[in-house]
Every structure is written in structure tokens, then in C-alpha cells.
């Protein structure tokens, strides 16, 4: 089992960048893919990045493709999502979440295949 705590959100303007991460518990981390999802006020979570167990693989939402970059450090038990040129639709709670099945990029972007997820982190984005 694994616990996730993710940290770095906060207040942005419009442009401008932060930096999410994602501490795990466990000796174990480097057996879990790890994905960022995001849910604003009054809509779905949705999907925003997976990174593969090796840190080797990445996908990402078209959303945020080009702006977002999901990393990972098996050796401190950490995920990182650096997002830049935000915008205020990215305003949500963001969540990583672990899995440890084998999945296909497509199933990877479904939340009901992760196995553990941390309680979010709020990033809101001013125009």
C-alpha cells in the first residue's frame, strides 16, 4: 500500500508557473505508475498525465500537452507535474494517483484503474 501527499499548489496569475509534487510512502514506489488528474468546481475529473514506473514513458491530455511536464525520483519517492503558460481554465484541485497493473496509454488516462490517490492540492490561475 502507498500513501500520497501532494504539495505546491496556490494562487497564479495567468502565464506564470508552478510546480506540484507528490511524496510517496512505501519502499515500493518504483513498482506504481503515477498520474496527475484535475477536477474544477462543477465538472468531472479529468485526466492530465501519467508517468511510467522507470520514468521512461510519459502521456499527457492534449489540454496541457506542451505547457504540463510530468516527472518522477524513484529514489526520494516523488512526482512532479511542472505546469507553465497556465490559464485560468486550469484552475482545479489537482490529485496524483498510483496504479500497479499494466495499462495501455488510453487506460492509463482512466481514473477507476488507479489504486491509490492523494487527498489534492488546490491551483488556482487569475486572468
Known amino acids: 500500500q502507498v500513501q500520497l501527499l501532494e504539495s505546491g499548489g496556490g494562487l497564479v496569475q495567468a502565464g506564470g508557473s508552478l510546480r506540484l509534487s507528490c511524496a510517496a510512502s512505501?519502499?515500493?514506489?518504483?513498482?506504481?505508475?503515477m498520474g496527475w488528474f484535475r477536477q474544477a468546481p462543477g465538472k468531472e475529473r479529468e485526466f492530465v498525465a501519467r508517468?511510467?514506473?522507470?520514468?521512461?514513458?510519459?502521456y499527457y491530455a492534449d489540454t496541457v500537452k506542451g505547457r504540463f511536464t510530468i516527472s518522477r525520483d524513484n529514489a526520494k519517492n516523488t512526482v512532479y507535474l511542472q505546469m507553465n503558460s497556465l490559464e485560468p481554465e486550469d484552475t482545479a484541485v489537482y490529485y496524483c494517483?498510483?496504479?500497479?497493473?499494466?495499462?495501455?496509454?488510453?487506460?492509463?488516462?482512466?481514473?477507476?484503474?488507479?489504486?491509490?490517490w492523494g487527498q489534492g492540492t488546490q491551483v488556482t490561475v487569475s486572468s
Open positions: 512505501g519502499r515500493t514506489f518504483s513498482s506504481y505508475a
Open positions: 508517468i511510467s514506473r522507470s520514468g521512461g514513458s510519459t
Open positions: 494517483a498510483a496504479y500497479t497493473r499494466k495499462l495501455p496509454e488510453v487506460g492509463s488516462a482512466r481514473d477507476i484503474n488507479y489504486d491509490y
